[in-house]
């Protein structure tokens, strides 16, 4: 009983995780905000659900597993039991490895995203806009330039003229 107990709370965060993935898309996708080009975000998201949604499908396979065996854990030992009983094993087995490659594809996905897409502030990022510009930014560049002008640093003291 302790394994089904153990199983329905991983199967539970499983299915927060995906719910999670959902939510931040959802979010991103609502936001209208027209300084922010959220593609990217929505982008790496939605990369990251797809390999969420094979490890859902393995350990449900796998959680299936364990309910056959817990139906037949008491049952009269007969060699088909035994058999299916061995085999229902190796299922679960087999997908809860393949639930521990999927998750860790998931991992993979979201860093490799996180990492890609940058968190430059707008005002820096109209900063370096003058003289670079990062490849992949959330933040839109303004559609007009800065005014060019006279840069006066903070330090210097205003022209005096002279009369």
Do not use: W
Not at 10 to 30: C, N, P, Q, W, Y
């Amino acid at each position: 009983m302790q394994t089904m107990c153990n199983t329905i709370g991983h199967l539970t965060t499983l299915t927060g995780l995906i719910k999670d993935l959902s939510d931040e898309v959802l979010f991103r996708a609502v936001d209208e905000d027209p300084g922010l080009g959220l593609g990217p975000v929505i982008n790496a998201y939605t990369s990251g659900a797809v390999p969420a949604g094979r490890a859902m499908e393995n350990y449900t396979e796998a959680y299936a597993q364990f309910g056959f065996l817990r139906r037949f854990a008491e049952a009269p030992d007969s060699a088909d039991l035994h058999d299916a009983r061995a085999a229902a094993f190796r299922v679960v087995q087999e997908r809860m490895e393949l639930v521990r490659d999927d998750l860790q594809e998931v991992s993979d996905t979201l860093r490799g995203a996180a990492d890609r897409l940058d968190g430059t502030p707008p005002r820096v990022l109209a900063a370096l806009s003058r003289s670079a510009q990062p490849t992949i930014s959330i933040y839109r560049l303004p559609t007009e330039p800065p005014a060019p002008g006279p840069v006066r640093l903070a330090y210097t003291p205003a022209p005096r003229h002279g009369r």
